[in-house]
């Protein structure tokens, strides 16, 4: 039986929260080869203001949730606005690991989100892509009672939020990956992508994803089947696999671990072929996890923001 042909009864059973993927495990991991890095918890500015626990989608009744935070100043344009996607292979991590990114950015003037969505204990692929697209609908959505400027979503994404926020923002207007639940009448489109770490493509000679010698791979239990077993499904997962001359502009910001960011070189070629704005920034000797630690989260920081001024100049 492939796994993803569990039966319903199975399914519907409540499933347990994997809590291997956390800020202080990540922690942990990287001061054994990068012993002085510390834990980026910058002070929260006192120029923006937040709104938390706030249910964007409830699907089969389970309610998805997000944190937003925004500029005090008032703008007549609104600001432009970033969905943050936390990375934890599909299965585990929260959404609360990229609060502090979101409240430097909204300080810098964003509309920033930080949304849950469901994990591979809960639901399979492609219920993370749909649950996204929902959130951006929402932000839509709420463009009357927070300063959003609906024309200039962006979507940033860490790892698995990497490969996540890569493939919303190539898939614009996909019906295969749109989903049926909330906000419905609202575009999900984005307009530009901030790629972390993220792989491009899950079946490509770069891609360290599906190996299941071991024990199943994380990718595997996001699918519910092997690569061999059902490749259209992994192909379709790829950002890679979706450039097209309306992809947004990109940016890629990438550790020293190569597998990361499989696809990445190939995809720059094509988005050169179609002429789509891109960046590249690689953090040597960075590890995988570098955008949640000193010295690295600084730099992050200003990268984004650099980018999103230029492919969203400032409105009065």
Not at 95 to 116: E, F, I, K, W
Not at 118 to 129: F, I, K
Request: overall charge positive; charged content about 15%; some cysteine.
């Amino acid at each position: 039986m492939l796994l993803g042909t569990w039966p319903l009864a199975a399914q519907a059973q409540p499933a347990p929260r994997d809590t291997s993927f956390t800020v202080a495990s990540a922690l942990r991991k990287a001061r054994k080869t990068h012993p002085t890095v510390t834990l980026a918890r910058p002070a929260v500015p006192a120029t923006i203001q937040a709104r938390q626990n706030l249910t964007y989608c409830t699907v089969g009744g389970r309610a998805l949730q997000l944190d937003i935070f925004y500029p005090k100043a008032k703008r007549p344009a609104g600001y432009p606005a970033v969905l943050l996607i936390h990375g934890g292979g599909w299965s585990s991590g929260d959404r609360s690991h990229h609060v502090p990114m979101a409240q430097q950015l909204a300080a810098r003037g964003y509309v920033t989100v930080t949304a849950d969505y469901r994990l591979s204990p809960e639901a399979r692929y492609p219920a993370a892509v749909t649950d996204l697209k929902a959130a951006v609908r929402w932000l839509r959505a709420q463009a009357g009672i927070y300063p959003i400027d609906t024309t200039r979503i962006a979507v940033w994404g860490f790892s698995a939020g990497g490969q996540l926020a890569a493939l919303l923002g190539t898939t614009n207007d996909n019906p295969q990956l749109e989903g049926k639940a909330c906000q419905t009448s609202r575009s999900s489109r984005v307009q530009a992508i901030i790629d972390v770490d993220g792989t491009l493509a899950f079946i490509h000679p770069e891609s360290g994803e599906g190996d299941d010698s071991k024990g199943l791979s994380a990718a595997t239990r996001w699918f519910g089947a092997s690569k061999t077993e059902n490749p259209a499904l992994w192909h379709q997962a790829g950002a890679l696999n979706h450039v097209s001359a309306q992809t947004p502009p990109i940016l890629f910001l990438n550790s020293s671990v190569d597998r990361m960011h499989a696809g990445r070189d190939d995809m720059t070629k094509k988005l050169d072929a179609f002429g789509i704005y891109h960046e590249t920034h690689t953090f040597a000797e960075a590890p995988h996890t570098f955008p949640l630690f000193h010295p690295w989260f600084e730099p992050t920081l200003t990268y984004t923001a650099a980018f999103l001024t230029k492919v969203f100049p400032p409105r009065r």
